[in-house]
């Protein structure tokens, strides 16, 4: 299936400067937002606790508006209060971040100022608790696996392609790893195992894409050399362009799926999958596209109108 015309020849590389610009700018907001105002940390990296409850009937019209009121009233105003599911199950997930000392009876207590403040007992469904060490671990655990991550992808580009395409596809993996923290950190919203889940998955997303891609410049480079970089890198864009798009759209509408219907238990992993996605296929082309051309003309000799062709090309250019 073919969504883009063959023969289609956008100047992709024509747009780099503007292109680049806007990513410095939205990567130093982001690297900005991570000490100002800084990362809310979900339960998984703080520490906490985790009730879920469902409330009887008897207490008439409930939704998290009330619910946040009597946790307020039994003292625990910082507590993110979510709807499980829709409304007629009447199911909330009450989030606390709290101390070790104060998670001994915290859940008991919880439970019964809530029953009291509503007027019928409320019933537990889950309780999970994460302590401040656990929590600790885990962040340390999540920002491994993002390094690890990108060490492997810089030896796998390099021993599949050449040194020279590594970078290129980690720093646009970086990029959009920023952007997407940025964006979370922007509107406010929980930084939780969930979203470290979904900056994984779209590490790997961007990454196959870079490969198709590269894979495609390699291949017209063999036939064409490296003297006209640009137009080499261009032509294999537009080569794949459509595969880029339905993959792309394909897989958006998986997300936009889950971010709509959902609910508030994926709704947060499915935000930084649609972020991720969409600023990884951009990255794909403006960065690391952008990123192999400068370092082939700075260090790849790129200048050679031989360089990168087949062996019986350069004889016949010797000739």
Not at 30 to 44: A, E, N, T, Y
Not at 209 to 220: G, K, P, S
Not at 240 to 263: D, E, N, P, Q
Not at 287 to 292: K, M, T, V, Y
Request: aromatic letters at 6%; hydrophobic letters at 50%; one cysteine or more.
């Amino acid at each position: 299936m073919e969504l883009i015309r063959p023969g289609t020849s956008i100047d992709f590389m024509g747009q780099t400067r503007i292109c680049g610009l806007i990513s410095v700018v939205l990567v130093s907001v982001s690297i900005g937002l991570m000490f100002v105002p800084g990362f809310k940390l979900g339960i998984d990296f703080q520490g906490g606790t985790v009730i879920e409850v469902r409330v009887p009937e008897e207490t008439g019209l409930v939704d998290e508006g009330r619910v946040r009121q009597a946790a307020s009233a039994i003292g625990f105003a910082d507590a993110v209060i979510v709807r499980i599911g829709p409304p007629e199950d009447r199911a909330f997930r009450i989030n606390v971040a709290v101390s070790e000392e104060q998670r001994r009876d915290l859940a008991t207590d919880i439970i019964e100022g809530l029953s009291k403040e509503m007027g019928a007992p409320v019933v537990p469904q889950r309780i999970e608790s994460v302590g401040p060490r656990v929590g600790r671990e885990l962040r340390l655990a999540g920002l491994g696996a993002l390094l690890l991550s990108w060490a492997l992808i810089l030896l796998y580009i390099w021993f599949r392609f050449d040194l020279r395409y590594a970078p290129g596809a980690v720093v646009a993996l970086l990029h959009d790893v920023l952007i997407t923290t940025g964006v979370f950190l922007a509107l406010g919203l929980e930084f939780n195992l969930q979203v470290l889940a979904a900056l994984l998955v779209v590490i790997g997303y961007s990454l196959n894409d870079t490969i198709v891609i590269y894979d495609r410049i390699r291949e017209n480079l063999e036939e064409r050399g490296t003297t006209h970089l640009e137009d080499v890198v261009n032509q294999s864009i537009n080569q794949t362009l459509s595969r880029t798009v339905l993959t792309s759209m394909t897989t958006l509408f998986v997300v936009i799926s889950l971010l709509t219907l959902g609910g508030p238990v994926l709704r947060d992993f499915a935000l930084a999958l649609l972020i991720g996605i969409t600023v990884g296929t951009y990255s794909t082309i403006y960065i690391a596209s952008a990123l192999l051309i400068f370092l082939e003309r700075r260090f790849g000799g790129a200048k050679s109108p031989t360089h990168g062709q087949p062996k019986g090309a350069k004889a016949k250019a010797k000739a």
